[in-house]
């Protein structure tokens, strides 16, 4: 590609809490420029800075904060968007998008298993990629981004399934409140609390490792079959999931292998040298006590997952604790390296 | 008994967070009076309230704040004492009251796995008790309490064991600060934080329920052998802690005959009708994202275990989340219930 | 007043925060009984525990929980209302329950400036319950319970007033997130964070305590025009507003005088023995670090204040600290201990 | 200066939460170099990654990891030390380095009355730098760093100083735990609460910025004189120390001028480009609700402070918030700025 010119895009739902990030993180990106931001109907027509109630630490980005905010209506300004909706919408609305040539990287749920939809990891399995040249859109694609939660989890099983295969999957969430958007959790549910449901939650982890671990097989992903188990907690953490796993390998190993595995992991994003990708993937720590979110959310930018407490686990074969900065590697961090893989791999197909 | 009289007792480690609970509790009970206050040789001879960091809402009793520190060696101003002693000191300093003829109330670790030492939870395992008779203490004796963490868990899993026999069970906790004792955790610590480690939390978990729900033979408990698997995590939450559970059944049974169970379980302390004793044990919620710490700690007293989200679980048959009350069940508030119980049962020998 | 016949009371706003608190407290009142419960058109007509988000840590009371839900509209169901409605609509909707001969005992801001409406803290200025009668609302009148940081402030200042006389009073508030309801203030706002701002509260502070303290004059209240300034905060705690103070005062005088003066304080309701009152309304900490929201807010059950570190100013004469609980003292509490007032002045007229 | 060569230093205290600090900001400064670490005798022989508790989001540098810590007795190996000492121990060991011959830029409050230290902000009172030539140390100099809490509110003071001049200033203090240190506050003092005391913060905060904005006559300090008063509260917040202001001027001025004020306001770290001085020491924002310590604490790297909420105030003229990041700007970030100023001046003997 020719990184000299940027391609323009559009941000589905520019004034939610994933659309502010990804606003935030496309800010002198080196592929991609903002150039229209969409939401409500409520919205539309307004100075994108008169309506956000942004609350980014870094200021909004100056090319974005004048910028008219659209209807979520296909309109030709852009080619590209990223769609950081809300699933109550975002279903009808991406398709829509697709239907009319564009290129839709979404973090919304509604698309994930689309039988033709990339549910992407792109350290994970990138091949799944091919998956779009099936997509009926006229032109057009989507690709979606999973779960805050499956995304951690999956980075620290994928070296355990390549190099020992996975039998069962036990999970336990403690789950930052910036998951649930803004104004999402209110204050009198989380100080001094925690409360052990997430909406639809249990179940997205419980299927979309199974996707995004399968094989690719005549142009269709061939689901997993192991079992897997979720409870989902919402603690009070600003930011950075942390999850309690234990499993059960289908080849006995050791500690020290497994720790070896993880410490090796690389991906595409790391040979094709994404700009968002993280130089290593997975951080295994030997502190008893790591990682711990405060701490490492924020490694590699936020990209990276910190893994620990690996032990040997009376009922299962291993047990071990992951984190991952759920909005970042979690949502808009992650779709956005779902993106850059799309141009590096030159499957974007208005570029060049 | 004649409880006109109340018994005299002694708080060892008085000036801790155990201890100050043992105090408050004591406080107008109708059984106990807290004559004499143990602790360190660094606070003996001073006023209680003059070296107390008192951090209770309720301030400290009249009769306890002028008395006079003691050393923690007996001295027979009483017979009966309470130990929120640390487990740096407790076990040998137990082991000298109970040969000096006292009886020993502990909420420390040390003597929990002693064989002639009850490790109770009234409702549970009330019959246990009869192992003090095999102590060779001269007179005195030595109960335990198991850890906080191990008393909520057990709790709920007792009417399962009892209605469907226990094959596996394995458990994440998040475990609220007032745990660790005062100062214990920094709050530089947990604030936007979560610490995925307790210094030896796991091996008790996973060790305590097989003596407590083991079944007393020949005047020996014989340790249950399912497997336990517990990771351990400090959260941001004052009081209350919170753990997501998965159990294997040896009888395959409904969701609705679980929640059944537990609703109409009661044990010992309800019969006799202790002090201390929750009218229900259990509480089940059918409320989908309950219990939770903040909300309902403070069921009965602190003493009634809230269970909710009971859910089939992929891996294992059943999964769901118990809440309990870590300083009141789960340490000064077990610790006296099973005090009532010696009592009423007439185990204290110098009563009557 | 016969208190074996309850009056039976009705709930304007009942699902909100203020009026679940209200359902609370007067479950098992001697002098009320809730026996409507009035909420927005879209909640009317559906059981009231399908709709209220209930989340006191005690349950619904079982006489609220199957209440059909009424509108805000008179329907002569009962005569004694007791509202805990949003100000946005509590204006009108009031005024049309006094017109319709309605006593109406109010939490919302609108009606307490009116000159012939009472705003009240019944132990300091009881006496202003008589602008009632020159009410001209056909039999129905309208009492107002003031702002939650007021009433603290207020009530500290009180026997200053009396004892010294004020000239100017300077307070920073660092307030709880229930003051601003459920969901109120977003988790991601508060954890790890403060908020300088609160819409409308430094307006209430600085003018309300200007009208409690004023003298009843030919049946009008003369305001008071000592200088007030506040600075309002929003702190991550669940329940407690504290209050730095400063004040001037007309009178020199000494630490000692001005505890004396606050430990002495009683009022009318304490005279009257209303069943709501605290036994002493002011509690005065000689410890270096007290008054703390967790440990004090809930003294009297949440009805004292607490006020501590009275210190010597270098601007001022004096400053200290003072603590109220938001949501009782402040808010339900507060207005409930106004209706008692008013009941047993005799100034309900159905009563009897 | 000749930057080719950085100037080793070593730090005291270097295992506490400011020396980690120091180091963490050291690490890669173009003027500075660490190459000793001093602490406790207790941990003195060790090495330094085996005994610190490392608390900071980054890794401990490596060029730091494997130093071995030395006792606090000057022993050549460097010529220029920063302090992290706590106040118990800080002034002796300070005076034995400077009379050594070492200059020491400290954090502790020991020194800072001192007639001949400078206690210095670089953008306020750069001129103090020359008490240093009055001092007896033989070669060696002693520089101090104001409290954390005085650092921001000076800052935001110094403008209005220059412009109008202050009368009066009453401060109250939102402080974050981190002010106190590792483990300092307990979590639970702090979770779901408020400490209003902070042992002898307000003290300093009524006395230091009197001679920092003093002004220097015949070498020497001539204190400036206007009445300050402070009330200090510890709350939930991990860094950032928030401070409602009302400022009494000697000139009457207008909102505009007082905002142009501080939005001009540059000092000699400015004009000198001091490696850690931030662009513009001062920022201010015209949204109601801001500056919030989460947003903005870390603004220009948590050099700069941020204020917010001007309003005419009826008792003092003006009220304000400001906040500052405590542990950067208000600790080992401030100290730093004052010892490139030092070097920069040419004031550090050795260095050329």
Known sequence: MNTSKKISVGIL???GSVGQKFIQLIDNHPFFETVEVMASDRSAGKTYKDVV???LPTPIPNSVADLIIDRCIPNNKVRFVFSGLDSGVAGEIETEYAKAGYTVVSNAKNHRFDEDVPLLIPEVNSDHLDLVTSQQYNGGMIITNPNCSTIGLTLSLK????AFGIDEVNVVTMQAVSGAGFPGVSSLSIIDNIVPYISGEEEKIESEPLKILGTL???????KNF???AQCNRVSVIDGHLESVQVRLKEKTTKEKIIEAWRNFKGEPQSLNLPTAPEKPIYYFDEPDYPQPR???????GMAVSVGRLKECPIFDYKFVV???NTMRGAAGGALL????????GLFPQNG
């Open 13 to 15: 739902g520019a004034t």
């Open 53 to 55: 109630n942004w609350f």
């Open 159 to 162: 070296p355990l399934e390549d």
């Open 217 to 223: 097989e005549n142009n269709s992903v061939k689901l």
């Open 227 to 229: 079992k897997m188990s």
């Open 295 to 301: 701490l490492h959310r924020t490694i590699e930018n």
């Open 323 to 325: 984190l991952s900065h």
């Open 338 to 345: 779902c993106a850059e893989l799309l141009i590096k791999k």
